[in-house]
């Protein structure tokens, strides 16, 4: 049985609470257990069930602070969600890769969400403008 919009709504909303929060066991919780988790151009890949996304997750929370998620869109289907959401807050660590020094760091993000019958994500696929984010944090 599909979710509805508000439903997924719902998911997503708590997901990015979560994240807001540096929560990763609340993250994990949103996620089915056989979630494919694809960050698109993570260096290890997609992966698998919450704990294979659990690496990601704990090191997006030491590289990046103070993340607030602003919805810009969503659409949805049978079952899926695409977000468009803008991400602000600071970049302590070493996000993908970059020398942070606690830089203010906005940039687009967007997700491609399904939804198992659970209610639960399925699959996230997460594309993030990259080129915003080097543009930010210069390497001198």
Known sequence: MALSPSEMDR???EHFGYEQRDDVEGVLATLDDD???DIVG???GPSHGPEGAR???ESLFADLADGRVE???RFYG???LVD???WRG???GRPFGLEGRNRPLEFRLLHVLEFADSGKIRRENVWLDLASIIRQLPQD
């Open 55 to 57: 690496a990601f997750y």
């Open 11 to 13: 998911m997503l909303d």
């Open 42 to 44: 993570w260096p290890d």
């Open 35 to 37: 979630v494919e988790h």
């Open 90 to 92: 600071r970049a302590p």
């Open 84 to 86: 468009e959401s803008l």
């Open 78 to 80: 049978d079952g899926f």
């Open 71 to 73: 919805t810009l869109r």
